[in-house]
């Protein structure tokens, strides 16, 4: 009896199977009609309506994730996730599911077209079982009803579901030494990255490489966790150096090398830069 061969499937086709049925609203949007489209979205979360967002990123040569981390006012910091290739797509769509429903509110999705293109095979895994965090106590006294609404909705989000893997490490092989440099890339670049980081690893080069799926918010802890024992930092996006900047911010005290361009970041971009980068000893 012959066995029955697991279908390849699309990224696209992997994040719309995994969104069908579910109950929970679906809009798809574009990222050009991001800052046209966020008071609504920003409407729902106040009033508590899930709902996944598709934010197509087709035609763009550089791609402003600065856009999706201000869409909300007064630094009320959305939910957004970024897969990177179609397993990806299948899991995190999953995982927006169960986030709409837990914050509740919109949840975005950025689906970058290469991603979206992307041909593989999808194994079905296991949902994570997602919690939001209990919010901080808040002192109301000095506040007026709207600065109580935002500090609570920027409680709700500021750190995303627990359950939820926001980003993956792939460690240096231990035969190579104790890794003096990090790989930090999302979305379409992390292919490019993890070529890249192989690559770097034949030559000797002890790297590190995370790849971040909650791009915002931060996933400040996953961050903190790599860069320990880190001399240099090369944070790979299809920008020039937005996601750097935040990089930066976190780890003040590493030198951040952007590899970045305004179009698709190749594995030859990322390996100059961790050529360049001053070996230490």
């Not at 709409?100 to 949840?107: F, M």
């Not at 500021?158 to 440099?181: F, M, R, S």
């Amino acid at each position: 009896m012959s066995i029955p061969q697991p279908d390849i499937i699309s990224g696209r086709d992997a994040l719309e199977s995994a969104l069908a049925d579910t109950g929970v609203h679906v809009t798809r949007t574009d990222i050009a009609d991001i800052h046209q489209r966020a008071p609504r979205f920003f409407e729902q979360l106040r009033s508590g309506e899930p709902n996944v967002v598709i934010i197509n990123a087709e035609n763009v040569g550089s791609l402003d994730v600065m856009t999706l981390r201000w869409m909300f006012p007064a630094g009320v910091t959305p939910l957004v996730l970024c897969p990177s290739n179609p397993q990806e797509c299948a899991e995190l769509a999953t995982v927006a599911v169960q986030a709409a429903r837990l914050i509740p509110g919109p949840v975005f999705l950025l689906l970058e077209r290469p991603v979206a293109d992307a041909l593989a095979v999808v194994l079905p895994e296991e949902a994570p079982e997602l919690m939001m965090p209990e919010p901080p106590p808040r002192d109301a006294t000095l506040l007026d009803e709207t600065e109580t609404e935002l500090q609570g909705l920027h409680a709700r989000l500021a750190h995303g579901p627990k359950g939820l893997k926001p980003a993956v490490l792939d460690p240096c092989p231990p035969e190579l030494g104790k890794p003096e440099w990090l790989v930090l890339s999302f979305g379409a670049a992390a292919v490019a990255a993890q070529d890249a980081v192989s690559a770097a690893r034949n030559e000797g080069q002890r790297v590190n490489l995370l790849r971040v799926r909650q791009l915002w918010p931060v996933p400040q802890g996953e961050i903190l966790r790599a860069a320990v024992g880190i001399k240099h930092v090369v944070v790979a996006e299809r920008n020039l150096g937005q996601y750097a900047h935040e990089v930066r911010c976190l780890l003040p005290e590493l030198p951040i090398v952007v590899a970045g361009r305004a179009g698709a970041v190749t594995p030859e971009l990322i390996l100059e830069r961790l050529r360049r980068t001053p070996r230490c000893c």
